[in-house]
């Protein structure tokens, strides 16, 4: 028999029918509306879902719903207060945007009801109390300085009564601007910490079904059987589809055509996420049991489980062209000549792991058929016009009749590239003829999107005994999964940048990235770069000591600078930062320590040995290679003297909103806060292209510099026209056009404007400078920026285990378009540079998944986090905006190489592999007796 529960929300009653193992969140979101209350994994992992019950926080994933009878709820929802129709915030969350804690704001729910409650029982909580309550609430975008920081101040306004304090410690740019270079609010920020922030799991449509993917779960093997009938027959089952059931083309992929929608009858299995056949239905639990239902049966393969495996003769080839998906060569000077001149030659080969993007909020796609026959995908994806491009293709339409709605996304960091949920969610709609959402729960999500690519690299270097370096030779393997995703991009630039960041003659590298049979894998955070950085950089160290020679004067002495040559052939003219980037980490570390690379024992424990590592790195901005890279924008005035700029470009947290704000705001001369946003949308904003390659701050951030640059010259071309005086005449400033001592507001220029029959509105696509494709010579990139870091470790000698105690991170991104977003992107980087190295690893054993669910990674969380000092260096580059590159993923890729060089120094044990084997520190250490 059916009973009810009654509870409080926010203040609220509610009686509701109990339903036998529902969870909180599921009663939250699903019958109170309340989205605010995120979902992440559904196994009390990430923290998400916290609320509060009788005051205590809970995830509620795992939280029975009929254990709330009686209780009182409070959520996100429920702490901002409504004085007047205006929305008070509370000081936390006030902190939280202040401090700029908020990035991709999917885990920002969780981690404000934790701290609220902190700040319930602790009015005034130090850091070691703020970590430990946070200690289960995971932030990706890993702003967790930033979060510490804000609770702090929330506290202090609490107690007090005084205002919320703001963050002094990070400063503007050095380069005079109104607005740009200026510490700005995320204009989407206030929306993520109320709960206010729609995300695509957040949306909800009239008569919606639920779909679910079959999927292979084996390596390697052909399919021979397949059937549906029990789920077709399952009550409340609305389709099943299948290959045959593909309307056109049959792969998708985003450079080659390689992964197929489904796979048929008679057709390759090539890893454990394939799908087999995807299923509507009218709830997701059904959807799900008929998904189950299905039956399959397999030719089972030998099973290809590494690079180096699949180049071997005699094994079995993946794909009709075989196992190799690119040789990537580059070749500078004469290898021969370059290590004869070598006094010292050093050689060793690294491994590097399968990493996962662990993003928060897992995938999700709601295809919506239209009355008119065309299709809206709601979707939060790095690439809308490549989705548009794909559904299309296998759906045989044309692109204009599918529309892409982007969505905000709780993080992407490359993984939100491929296509995952878009095409099969359009087939069922189009089907069905109703909306369909497909949500990835975590495990799917581990198991079918793409990694970071797992690697071998073998470095061998030549230098001089003064420490010049003349000859580098790299062969790297790199493991692209089954299916091609960005692979050949991808260790195409972790090939390229292989030498590291240095002015070496002589120069060779062989890169074989190949298919094998565990997940694809594709961009990440870093793109290769990150695992060729911690090779060459940990050779740097070697170097060194073999030289008897201080491992920043090394770096110092083969530094790349204006007049150098790159590894590719390119000469850099303008915008290198990485000697100024090396000389302020080193002033920096050398203020805690005159002799950082020196064991400093701990006086209380002599097991506890510390000691500082330092690593240098470059990466390119832009796509490169030859790609033409291009995004557009439009900017336009609106009646009430505001405006809109928009792009198709992708934000996922790493703050491209504020930016495009900001150059607006600049160019136009009003205040940030009359600029709206719009992204990511195929029918109302130009193509914006991937947000991927550090790239959309110069690209989009021109386009809407120069959108709006282009407004302004229409409207003083217009307004000089009327009133009979010379463009260059008429002043912008404050919101106000002064034009022949007139005075007017941008409302009034919109009035005048529509009366002279003109439309204040322009659409610019920016085009970057041309590259060239690698083997050319010529200029591959159109930018680089440079990152340095040094990290203070504390390892026990006992146990093996790494404490990271301080990184130092100096980045030379051009200029700083808002440094508050800048200090999240450096922590967020440093902190995925740090699971990289000390923590995560995406487990395959004979091409099958055994990290399968979220507890089973380790993100790093807020008690791993070091102090983090974030150096601004600016080199402008001409073509940029006010000068700006890209800072996302340099500020994650010298950390590991940081790390495990202050790991060496500390107790002399080499890291050649990662994740760093803590157990093996301990034993090498026990074997050599300490």
Same mark, same amino acid.
């Given at each position: 028999?059916?009973?009810?529960?009654? &509870?409080?929300?926010?203040?609220?009653?509610?009686?509701?029918?109990?339903?036998?193992?529902?969870?909180?969140?599921?009663?939250?979101?699903?019958? #109170?509306?309340?989205?605010?209350?995120?979902?992440?994994?559904?196994?009390?992992?990430?923290?998400? +879902?916290?609320?509060?019950?009788?005051?205590?926080?809970?995830?509620? +994933?795992?939280?029975?719903?009929?254990? $709330?009878?009686?209780?009182?709820?409070?959520?996100?929802?429920?702490?901002?207060?409504?004085?007047?129709?205006?929305?008070?915030?509370?000081?936390?969350?006030?902190?939280?945007? /202040?401090?700029?804690?908020?990035?991709?704001?999917?885990?920002?729910?969780?981690?404000?009801?934790?701290?609220?409650?902190?700040?319930?029982?602790?009015?005034?909580?130090?850091?070691?109390?703020?970590?430990?309550? &946070?200690?289960?609430?995971?932030?990706?975008? $890993?702003?967790?300085?930033? !979060?510490?920081?804000?609770?702090? $101040?929330?506290?202090?306004?609490?107690?007090?009564?005084?205002?919320?304090?703001?963050?002094?410690?990070?400063?503007?740019?050095?380069?005079?601007?109104?607005?740009?270079?200026?510490?700005?609010?995320?204009?989407?920020?206030?929306?993520? %910490?109320?709960?206010?922030?729609?995300?695509?799991?957040? =949306?909800?449509?009239?008569?919606?079904?639920?779909?679910?993917?079959?999927?292979?779960?084996?390596?390697?093997?052909? #399919?021979?059987?397949?059937?549906?009938?029990?789920?077709?027959? &399952?009550?409340?089952?609305?389709?099943? =589809?299948?290959?045959?059931?593909?309307?056109?083309?049959?792969?998708?992929?985003?450079?080659?055509?390689?992964?197929?929608?489904?796979?048929?009858?008679?057709?390759?299995?090539?890893?454990?996420?394939?799908?087999?056949?995807?299923?509507?239905?009218?709830?997701?639990?059904?959807?799900?049991?008929?998904?189950?239902?299905?039956?399959?049966?397999?030719?089972?393969?030998?099973?290809?489980?590494?690079?180096?495996?699949?180049?071997?003769?005699?094994?079995?080839?993946?794909? /009709?062209?075989?196992?190799?998906?690119?040789?990537?060569?580059?070749?500078?000077?004469?290898?021969?000549?370059?290590?004869?001149?070598?006094?010292?030659?050093?050689?060793?080969?690294?491994? @590097?792991?399968?990493?996962?993007?662990?993003?928060?909020?897992?995938? +999700?796609?709601?295809?919506?058929?239209?009355?008119?026959?065309?299709?809206?995908?709601?979707?939060?994806?790095?690439?809308?016009?490549? *989705?548009?491009?794909?559904?299309?293709?296998?759906?045989?339409?044309?692109?204009?009749?599918?529309?892409?709605?982007?969505?905000?996304?709780?993080?992407?960091?490359?993984?939100?590239?491929?296509?995952?949920?878009? !095409?099969?969610?359009?087939?069922?709609?189009?089907?069905?003829?109703?909306?369909?959402?497909?949500?990835?729960?975590?495990?799917?999500?581990?198991?079918?999107?793409?990694?970071?690519?797992?690697?071998?690299?073998? %470095?061998?270097?030549?230098?001089?005994?003064?420490?010049?370096?003349?000859?580098?030779?790299?062969?790297?393997?790199?493991?692209?999964?089954?299916?091609?995703?960005?692979?050949?991009?991808?260790?195409?630039?972790?090939?390229?940048?292989?030498?590291?960041?240095?002015?070496?003659?002589?120069?060779?590298?062989?890169?074989?990235?190949?298919?094998?049979?565990?997940?694809?894998?594709?961009?990440?955070?870093?793109?290769?770069?990150?695992?060729?950085?911690?090779?060459?950089?940990?050779?740097?160290?070697?170097?060194?000591?073999?030289?008897?020679?201080?491992?920043?004067?090394?770096?110092?002495?083969?530094?790349?600078? %204006?007049?150098?040559?790159?590894?590719?052939?390119?000469?850099?003219?303008?915008?290198?930062?990485? #000697?100024? +980037?090396?000389?302020?980490?080193?002033?920096?570390?050398?203020?805690?320590?005159?002799?950082?690379?020196?064991?400093? %024992? *701990?006086?209380?424990?002599?097991?506890?040995?510390?000691?500082?590592?330092?690593?240098?790195?470059?990466?390119?901005?832009?796509?490169?290679?030859?790609?033409?890279?291009?995004?557009?924008?439009?900017?336009?005035?609106?009646?009430?003297?505001?405006?809109?700029?928009?792009?198709?470009?992708?934000?996922?947290?790493?703050?491209?909103?504020?930016?495009?704000?900001?150059?607006?705001?600049?160019?136009?001369?009003?205040?940030?806060?009359?600029?709206?946003?719009?992204?990511?949308?195929?029918?109302? @904003?130009?193509?914006?292209?991937?947000?991927?390659?550090?790239?959309?701050?110069?690209?989009?951030?021109?386009?809407?510099?120069?959108? $709006?640059?282009?407004?302004?010259?229409?409207?003083?071309?217009?307004?000089?026209?009327?009133?009979?005086?010379?463009?260059?005449?008429?002043?912008?400033?404050?919101?106000?056009?002064?034009?022949?001592?007139?005075?007017?507001?941008?409302?009034?220029?919109?009035?005048?404007?529509?009366?002279?029959?003109?439309?204040?509105?322009?659409?610019?696509?920016? /085009?970057?400078?041309?590259?060239?494709?690698?083997? @050319?010579?010529?200029?591959?990139?159109?930018?680089?920026?440079?990152?340095?870091?040094?990290?203070?470790?504390?390892?026990?000698?006992?146990?093996?285990?790494?404490?990271?105690?301080?990184? !130092?991170?100096?980045?030379?991104?051009?200029?700083?378009?808002?440094? #508050?977003?800048?200090?999240?992107?450096? /922590?967020?980087?440093?902190?995925?540079?740090?699971?990289?190295?000390?923590?995560?690893?995406?487990?395959?054993?004979?091409?099958?998944?055994?990290?399968?669910?979220?507890?089973?990674?380790?993100?790093?969380?807020?008690?791993?986090?070091?102090?983090?000092?974030?150096?601004?260096?600016?080199?402008?580059?001409?073509?940029?905006?006010?000068?700006?590159?890209?800072?996302?993923?340099?500020?994650?890729?010298?950390?590991?190489?940081? !790390?495990?060089?202050?790991?060496?120094?500390?107790?002399?044990?080499?890291?050649?592999?990662?994740?760093?084997?803590?157990?093996?520190?301990?034993?090498?250490?026990?074997?050599?007796?300490?």
């Amino acid at each position: 028999m059916t009973h009810q529960i009654s &509870l409080t929300v926010n203040g609220k009653p509610y009686t509701v029918d109990a339903v036998p193992s529902e969870t909180l969140s599921t009663l939250l979101r699903e019958r #109170l509306k309340l989205t605010g209350t995120k979902i992440g994994c559904e196994e009390a992992e990430c923290g998400a +879902c916290t609320v509060l019950v009788d005051g205590e926080p809970m995830m509620s +994933c795992v939280y029975p719903a009929e254990r $709330a009878d009686g209780k009182n709820i409070t959520t996100i929802e429920g702490l901002a207060e409504r004085v007047h129709e205006e929305m008070k915030l509370h000081p936390l969350q006030e902190a939280f945007v /202040e401090h700029g804690a908020v990035q991709c704001g999917f885990c920002i729910p969780g981690q404000i009801m934790t701290a609220y409650a902190l700040l319930k029982r602790n009015p005034n909580p130090n850091s070691d109390d703020i970590r430990f309550a &946070l200690k289960d609430t995971l932030c990706r975008c $890993a702003g967790y300085p930033s !979060i510490e920081n804000a609770i702090i $101040a929330a506290a202090h306004a609490l107690q007090t009564g005084e205002p919320v304090k703001k963050p002094t410690h990070i400063p503007n740019s050095i380069h005079e601007h109104k607005t740009v270079g200026h510490k700005h609010l995320r204009p989407e920020a206030v929306e993520k %910490v109320t709960g206010e922030a729609i995300y695509t799991d957040d =949306l909800k449509f009239d008569g919606m079904l639920y779909a679910k993917a079959k999927r292979a779960m084996i390596p390697h093997g052909f #399919l021979k059987k397949l059937d549906v009938s029990k789920a077709k027959a &399952l009550p409340g089952v609305v389709a099943v =589809l299948t290959a045959t059931d593909v309307p056109a083309e049959k792969n998708h992929g985003l450079v080659i055509y390689d992964w197929p929608v489904m796979v048929g009858i008679n057709e390759r299995v090539r890893y454990v996420g394939d799908a087999l056949a995807i299923v509507a239905a009218q709830s997701q639990e059904i959807a799900e049991q008929a998904a189950a239902l299905i039956e399959a049966e397999f030719d089972l393969q030998p099973v290809i489980t590494n690079p180096v495996m699949a180049r071997e003769e005699g094994v079995p080839q993946i794909h /009709e062209k075989g196992n190799l998906l690119k040789h990537i060569k580059v070749r500078k000077g004469d290898m021969e000549a370059g290590f004869a001149k070598a006094d010292v030659i050093l050689e060793h080969t690294f491994h @590097t792991q399968t990493t996962d993007h662990a993003f928060i909020e897992p995938e +999700c796609s709601i295809a919506v058929p239209l009355a008119d026959g065309r299709m809206e995908i709601y979707v939060g994806s790095q690439i809308p016009y490549q *989705d548009r491009t794909q559904v299309a293709r296998v759906l045989g339409w044309e692109e204009s009749r599918i529309r892409i709605v982007g969505q905000l996304m709780g993080g992407g960091f490359g993984g939100k590239e491929d296509v995952m949920g878009q !095409i099969h969610s359009a087939m069922l709609a189009n089907v069905t003829g109703k909306p369909v959402k497909m949500l990835f729960d975590r495990q799917e999500s581990l198991l079918v999107h793409p990694k970071r690519h797992a690697t071998q690299i073998r %470095v061998k270097i030549g230098a001089t005994k003064d420490g010049r370096l003349v000859a580098a030779e790299t062969e790297l393997y790199g493991d692209t999964g089954a299916y091609a995703s960005l692979g050949e991009k991808v260790m195409t630039r972790a090939t390229t940048h292989s030498a590291g960041p240095y002015d070496i003659e002589h120069v060779r590298a062989d890169c074989y990235a190949m298919y094998t049979n565990n997940p694809p894998s594709g961009a990440f955070r870093g793109f290769g770069v990150t695992q060729s950085a911690f090779a060459v950089e940990t050779m740097m160290d070697r170097l060194a000591e073999t030289l008897n020679l201080d491992p920043v004067e090394l770096r110092r002495m083969n530094a790349l600078h %204006v007049g150098s040559i790159t590894n590719t052939g390119q000469e850099l003219k303008e915008s290198v930062g990485l #000697l100024e +980037c090396i000389d302020r980490v080193d002033a920096e570390m050398r203020k805690h320590n005159a002799a950082p690379f020196k064991p400093v %024992v *701990d006086s209380a424990n002599p097991n506890l040995i510390r000691a500082w590592g330092f690593a240098s790195a470059y990466k390119n901005t832009g796509l490169g290679g030859g790609a033409p890279d291009i995004s557009g924008a439009d900017v336009e005035l609106y009646e009430d003297g505001t405006f809109q700029v928009r792009s198709s470009a992708a934000e996922l947290g790493q703050g491209l909103v504020t930016v495009m704000r900001l150059v607006v705001s600049e160019e136009l001369a009003v205040a940030p806060e009359q600029v709206r946003v719009l992204v990511m949308d195929t029918d109302l @904003t130009p193509n914006g292209g991937p947000t991927t390659a550090s790239r959309q701050t110069f690209v989009t951030g021109n386009a809407s510099r120069y959108a $709006a640059k282009t407004l302004r010259e229409e409207i003083s071309a217009a307004m000089a026209e009327k009133y009979d005086v010379r463009p260059e005449k008429i002043r912008f400033e404050d919101g106000v056009v002064h034009v022949n001592g007139h005075s007017m507001t941008y409302a009034e220029i919109y009035k005048e404007m529509k009366a002279m029959g003109q439309q204040p509105k322009v659409r610019y696509e920016y /085009e970057a400078p041309k590259t060239q494709p690698l083997g @050319t010579g010529g200029d591959m990139h159109f930018a680089f920026s440079f990152g340095v870091q040094a990290a203070e470790v504390e390892v026990n000698k006992l146990t093996g285990e790494v404490n990271v105690l301080r990184v !130092i991170s100096a980045n030379d991104v051009g200029m700083a378009v808002n440094p #508050l977003g800048l200090q999240g992107q450096v /922590e967020g980087g440093v902190m995925m540079g740090l699971g990289n190295c000390l923590t995560e690893e995406f487990i395959v054993e004979n091409g099958n998944v055994v990290t399968d669910r979220l507890a089973r990674y380790r993100v790093p969380g807020i008690m791993l986090t070091p102090e983090i000092t974030a150096i601004i260096v600016e080199h402008p580059i001409e073509a940029g905006p006010y000068g700006a590159k890209g800072v996302g993923e340099i500020s994650s890729i010298p950390t590991t190489p940081a !790390i495990t060089n202050a790991i060496y120094n500390a107790v002399g044990v080499q890291i050649d592999s990662l994740p760093v084997d803590q157990e093996k520190i301990a034993r090498e250490l026990w074997e050599r007796g300490g």
